[in-house]
């Protein structure tokens, strides 16, 4: 949606590139925190995250 790099989510995030990886190749937990700065990124861009009244969940890019 954005067309970001992981070094790009990496500097708006406040991690390292390795933290970003470990995260999208699923092969550390994560912990809480590094989770809420990566929202939070993502969110500053205007991704909105969402669950619809069926449960379903999912993200929309606002203002794109």
Excluded: H, P, Y
């Amino acid at each position: 949606l954005l067309g970001w790099s992981q070094r790009d989510l990496a500097d708006k995030a406040l991690l390292s590139e390795t933290a970003v990886l470990k995260l999208e190749t699923e092969r550390a937990d994560s912990r809480t925190s590094t989770l809420m700065k990566v929202r939070g990124a993502l969110e500053a861009a205007g991704i909105e995250f969402i669950t619809r009244a069926d449960g379903a969940k999912g993200v929309v890019c606002k203002g794109r």
